[in-house]
């Protein structure tokens, strides 16, 4: 299968289309955002990475970061992160708090902005948020193999300021006791990490183990066990993309993660690893334009995990 | 790889926990099942069909049945069912109302109980519940080979003495018009095909054309379009069993569906479908001890999608 | 106080609203009703009878007669009423579901549609619907001195062949086991009472003993304890106007009961009792001009229980 | 009628049932409280006050302090109030926050946790929360002709440190721009005013004028006008006592407001002002011996608005 070909296909198929959405604006950061960028990257376990469109642009990758601090949590804390977060989709808004208090605060899983909060929370140890942004960047500049990774300060200023509705989950979960650190230590690290500036190359490349068994097929290092590999992929699967992940499963049929600011970070597991990135977003917060070229993708590969 | 040998270890490795869970009894006649059966059946595109315990006991496969009515109105009526039904997990109980209320009568996906109902509407011509559940019937003997299958009667009408929630449900939506028939002659329709029995063996190979794109790889009959087919098996991951479709996401991670008798039906895309059986359950209504013989599967085959 | 030149001053004064609001239009019967209608009935202890308008044309009382059948209930079953009912104010609109489901088939009150199924279900003694009709029939025509007080079988016919919202609760509730008799049973029964065509003047005069405690000025009848007497009241200050009563008691501070054919039946304790009729309703479903004219009234006689 | 016989009376009649209840801990400096305690106080218009039991012992009022936050609200920014914060029951837990999010930010009314919160913003200029507070005590100490009235700020800290739930809550409206000004500058004195030291004695004195029609009878002094004072007892009779407030009314017919210190403030238009105290909680958090003597009290002076 001639990938670059494909991505080509699809970048030129996509470009109608260029524009389509709306651009996210509770931060003025993200909302400045060029609504006709459109990136693409597929990592493949070769070590290649076929790209098409603004695909070396960095971006703010917002809520794809959870996927790698749900990975980081697991490895760390290993199933006593399930004792304070659930693994089963939500059936509401990604920042919905009514599900919090009729099931005590626990949020229902890693992905959404509650759990991913508790999440971050298990990062933390004496109360040190700093310390567990370095390895979370450390982390992701060994797994891309690119050092200059880092985050857009400017994106996690505005993301505090503006970070209202995420104190109110964060308070409102620290009142039945499920958060450790104290509110404001645990939203500085979640704001930063939200923060993270990667482009498509990067993204692919960070989330390569993901698509194999949680080992990087290009260095050879395990990142992960096999059985939580799996999981993080299930969880994606099902609450990858807030109330929208049943459509994107039945459109795109492979594990993904949206974040507001555009991009998509997908795995096909024993392929590779994809990321999209266009600004504009559909009702559900997931990039439009990025979802037609995953759609394409999987109709050009045949990567469905479902076929 | 000896699937044989495999589902033989899964009876001896599961025999240590029959009769665990606890056996539906909202209906005597589910009531009664015998909490220590236990049956597996896996079949394959070369036709054979690997057994072990009791997989050719038929049993009330419940809700399972959904994913049949929804494969055939998929194919009666395509997409227009999506204007009626929703494709997300509900975040909710089989048989919750309360999202109903507030999404207008349009209920999240074809798999809980209201969505299942506005399902069987669809199947239903001009009142007629009789030809839809013969039609229903017909295709099912089709698909298994097995012109045996038949509706447990006695269950059927168990369910509409005891179906004051169902009645509930679809009274409810239809006062928002999502309706087109009687809403007794819908329910005749629905409590019929959820009395239907099946072995494990009958229902693997019933729905086998699930995991092979939509094509029954025995026959080579075309079935379903693989879009369609692709979409069945992505509704099922995210919604097949109510509000634990996340956790068997995580724990199997193959699309499948679950029913109160204690059965699971699991597909696994390119490899076969699988059918376990025993009537104890889990706090979430999924068979506790099927679940377990699944995980073993899972770890024995590695068809996990998510790997 | 000369009552007469209040109601005739009030009559005049919302002269230049009459016609304003939304007719209810869910049953075609209630769709005809003319907008520009306004009656107002004040009964006093003397036996006198204080009109203006419309005062003496028979309208549909709708959910007004939910306070019939709750006094009736309350007679008949005492407190064991309350095993089965709530008393509080719901926060949710008077046809929700929502509440049901969380405690488990137990209305919040009496006067939302759910909670006076389960009211009249008590009045239905051996499936015998017509028996319980007849006897509310009597009771009001003796508490009115009114013979010809009737139902609008019209009216009642209409609501059963549109009630799939209403069968949709009585099912539902009926799966908590919180009915006695069967769904259509109890609702030919809630349908019809529902239906009842009183006019302002024989309204304000049915209801005359609530605002004595219990017991009928004119014929010195007592009807109901005082203390059940006050407990009606209490629920009507509460739950007398859905998801709109803290508003009615704000605006006018008296226990009272709309509704939706237009009708509004007020307390006044010690003083008297009034009903308006005005077809056009608020957004929340109680009758606009009529809540203007009892605002006028209470400014005219300083009625308020809370002052 | 002798006042002071009747609560002798009822200071007698309840002696058997002291200690009943739940004493609130979930701050320490309530906990502590001694459940044995017993106070009630009338204050009359010619300026009476008839005591018994621990009358004259100063307890923490907590919410009772948000009727006279309310009134300063209303007297301050009058019907504008309203476009921050409802006039309605909210139907659900004191503290809940399920209807914040979908009634987007705005609390259903003054009495409940968020829209005291709300009510308390709208007491502070320039972020000047220690003016805020020194006027509402300049007020209470007026009305209360006490100038001993204080804050005990040992309960104020510890509301403070143990108020992630507030915080939760606050953070939440601010979210949807309900806050003027800062999170914690609110909470500073919303805090401080649920911590509030007053007798029974102190208390009924500092609200009869909500008794009279907003006029203090005493002093000849009006506090408020006729129509805000119907208002506030409307609120508190629909909303004073949470998700127990149907069952007040019903049991006691005098609006109110409880607070979870175990004292309960009462409003008998025209006649008196009364507050009890007791620590012990009913399960809706309303102090049970408190009530019972409430209940007395009606008996003995049928005073019920609804008689």
Redesign the interface.
């Known amino acids: 299968m001639d990938l670059q070909a494909i991505v080509d296909r699809i970048a030129e198929d996509i470009a109608p289309h260029r524009g389509e959405g709306r651009v996210a604006d509770y931060i003025p950061a993200l909302a400045k955002a060029d609504p006709n960028k459109f990136g693409i990257a597929i990592a493949t376990p070769d070590g290649a990475c076929h790209r098409a469109g603004d695909a070396e642009e960095g971006f703010s990758i917002q809520s794809i970061s959870k996927v790698f601090t749900f990975a980081l949590a697991l490895d760390k804390v290993g199933d006593a992160l399930w004792h304070r977060v659930?693994?089963?989709?939500?059936?509401?808004a990604f920042n919905?708090?009514?599900?919090?208090?009729?099931e005590r605060g626990i949020p229902?899983?890693p992905l959404m902005n509650a759990g991913a909060i508790v999440v971050t929370d298990h990062l933390i140890d004496n109360g040190d948020a700093d310390a567990a942004i370095e390895r979370l960047l450390s982390v992701l500049r060994d797994h891309a193999e690119d050092s200059s990774i880092d985050i857009d300060y400017e994106v996690a200023m505005s993301e505090s300021a503006t970070g209202?509705?995420n104190?109110?989950?964060?308070?409102?979960?620290?009142?039945f006791g499920n958060l450790e650190n104290e509110?404001e230590v645990v939203l500085s690290a979640y704001f930063r990490h939200c923060a993270l500036s990667l482009s498509c190359a990067q993204l692919a490349r960070a989330g390569l183990f993901l698509a194999f068994?949680g080992k990087d097929p290009v260095t050879g290092e395990r990142i992960l066990s096999?059985r939580r590999?799996?999981?993080i992929?299930?969880?994606m699967?099902?609450?990858g993309h807030y109330?929208?992940?049943?459509?994107f499963?039945?459109r795109i049929?492979l594990?993904g993660k949206s974040g507001v600011g555009g991009g998509v970070f997908v795995v096909a597991?024993?392929e590779g690893s994809i990321a999209v990135w266009s600004p504009g977003l559909n009702e559900a917060g997931t990039s439009l334009v990025g979802a037609l070229a995953l759609e394409r993708l999987v109709e050009h590969t045949c990567w469905?995990?479902?076929?």
Do not use: K, Y
């Not at 109330?243 to 459509?247: A, E, H």
């Not at 469905?304 to 076929?307: K, R």
């Open positions: 659930g693994r089963e989709p939500s059936g509401t919905s708090i009514v599900q919090l208090e009729a229902r899983n209202a509705r104190r109110g989950l964060a308070h409102f979960m620290a009142s509110v068994d096999s590999c799996r999981r992929n299930a969880v699967m099902n609450c109330d929208n992940s049943g459509d499963a039945f049929g594990p597991p024993g469905s995990v479902f076929s």
